[in-house]
């Protein structure tokens, strides 16, 4: 059974970076599409970006130029780097994984079945 858990989160000032790992176990990331959601407190949780098998990424306009997703097969995780991080990137972050099909629709939380327990990212001055 896949099992996913996040780390990286922490307090940094706007205009920082983090980068936030999703490591995997009990399966090969490789064959699964992945996805990181954020969600802040009163909000629902949104996507932020995705990557698919064969390494294709999509991602959220407002994150768009300043996140990067990528895989570490070795590792069996993957990574969200976060630059020029705004106080509104502030939100618990989860990375979720699901079957190669869903990277078309891959925004939607609901299309994921293994989830993260989430790792808070705070910008802040």
């Known amino acids: 059974q896949l099992q996913l858990v996040e780390s990286g989160g922490g307090l940094v000032q706007p205009g920082g970076s983090l980068r936030l790992s999703c490591a995997a176990s009990?399966?090969?990331?490789?064959?699964?599409?992945v996805g990181w959601f954020r969600q802040a407190p009163g909000k629902e949780r949104e996507g932020v970006s995705c990557?698919?098998?064969?390494?294709?990424?999509n991602y959220d306009n407002s994150v768009q130029d300043r996140f990067t997703i990528s895989r570490d097969a070795a590792k069996n995780t993957v990574y969200l780097q976060m630059n020029s991080l705004k106080p509104e990137d502030t939100a618990v972050y989860f990375c979720?994984?699901?079957?190669?099909?869903?990277?078309?629709?891959?925004?939607?939380?609901?299309?994921?079945?293994?989830w993260g327990q989430g790792t808070q990212v705070t910008v802040s001055t």
């Open positions: 009990g399966a090969a990331l490789d064959y699964f599409a």
């Open positions: 979720a994984a699901g079957p190669p099909v869903v990277f078309r629709y891959c925004m939607a939380a609901s299309v994921f079945d293994s």
């Open positions: 990557i698919n098998t064969s390494g294709n990424t």
